[in-house]
Structures are given as structure tokens and as C-alpha cells.
């Protein structure tokens, strides 16, 4: 049973660049979640997806955005990068239709804004 | 939770003791609380939870404490091993659908165990 996925495992980018990381939920969880851990930080909560549909949002601009696709999968874009956006980024699921709300963490994404 | 920036509080144990690790949360609306353990470099992975409806749990060597009254969360782990060495995460959630389930992650706790 896979757990939770992501890619890149890191990537090194621009100020000013745009970026794409990706995230394939546990097998069977249909609700994304994904959250930025600044180094020595504990995770913030960015955005939440279920059904295809942002269903929650925490304290970020609209430079980041997501997306849910059918398969349950999950994108998550930052526009305009910061250098303050250079952190480690989390994607974690849960099954909410079975109403088993713990979510599990995938690997992140390092990012470095340069 | 406050985060407390690079400089976590840290808790060094010897190898075969008991740990206890505290938390304080702050949202007394949350009724669902969960410890993850990161390891460097990794993303947390999920130890142990407890409901609101709960004061202890236990699982594995790891025993949840919550006092609701206080707002305060305890890890207890019995018999610690080089392997438990690693950042510990308090979060807290609301089960309410309408609130969603976005997890709040207090500031972590480093452990360091010494053979």
C-alpha cells in the first residue's frame, strides 16, 4: 500500500520564477492537504482539497494556488517567488468520505528561492 | 501553537528511559489531537492520536495525556531508543466538517537520545 507521494524531492528556483510540486495521496484518501515548514518550524497550513474543490484556506497570498484532479492527486503553484517562500513543502491526505480524518505526510518537496 | 524558530527546545534522554514531551495548545475548540514524529530530513509521520471525548491513550510505548482543562498535550515514551531520536509535533484540529480538519502544529520539540 503506497503511502503518500511527492515530486520533486527538491528543485531550485529564481526569484520571480513559477513552480509546480505534485502530490498523490495514500491509496484510498480523497482530501489533500498542503502545508509550508519553514526550517526549525512546524508546519503552516496552506490550502485543502476535496472533491476538486479548495474547501479550506490558511494565512498565504494568492500566489499560491492548487488544484485537485479526479484521481485525487493534488498540484500546488506558487507564483512571483520569494526568497522567504524557500522552505519545505508538505503534502498530507485523509479520508474524509470514510470519515477517518487523520491525515498522513508525504516526503515533501524541499524548495530554494535563490 | 507559537513556533520557536531554529532554536527548538530540546529534550536529551538516556537510551532506556522514559520520555515525556508537553505541548500547550491554544484553540479550545479543537477536540482532535495528534503527535507526529520527524525524522531529518523526512515528513512527519503520525505516532498516536486522541479525541477530546478522551484524557488517555495508549499505544505502542507511546501514551497520549490530555488535560481539556489546561489545554495541555503530553507524549510519554517508555523505554527510548536511539531510533526515537528526532523533532516531535503536537497538532490540533476540529472534527466539525464545517471547520475542516486543517492541522495547527505547535512550535516541536527535538529529542535526543544518549547511549
Known sequence: DAGVTQSPTHLIKTRGQQVTLRCSPKSGHDTVSWYQQALGQGPQFIFQYYEEEERQRGNFPDRFSGHQFPNYSSELNVNALLLGDSALYLCASSDRRGRRETQYFGPGTRLLVL | ?????????????????????????????????????????????????????????????????????????????????????????????????????KLTFGGGTRVLVKP
Open chain 2, 1 to 101: 501553537g507559537e513556533s520557536v524558530g531554529l532554536h527548538l527546545p530540546t529534550l536529551s534522554v538516556q537510551e532506556g528511559d522514559n520520555s515525556i514531551i508537553n505541548c500547550a495548545y491554544s484553540n479550545s475548540a479543537s477536540d482532535y489531537f495528534i503527535w507526529y514524529k520527524q525524522e531529518s530530513g523526512k515528513g512527519p509521520q503520525f505516532i498516536i492520536d486522541i479525541r477530546s471525548n478522551m484524557d488517555k491513550r495508549q499505544g505502542q510505548r507511546v501514551t497520549v495525556l490530555l488535560n481539556k482543562t489546561v489545554k495541555h498535550l503530553s507524549l510519554q515514551i517508555a523505554a527510548t531508543q536511539p531510533g526515537d531520536s528526532a523533532v516531535y509535533f503536537c497538532a490540533e484540529t476540529s472534527m466539525i466538517k464545517a471547520a475542516g480538519n
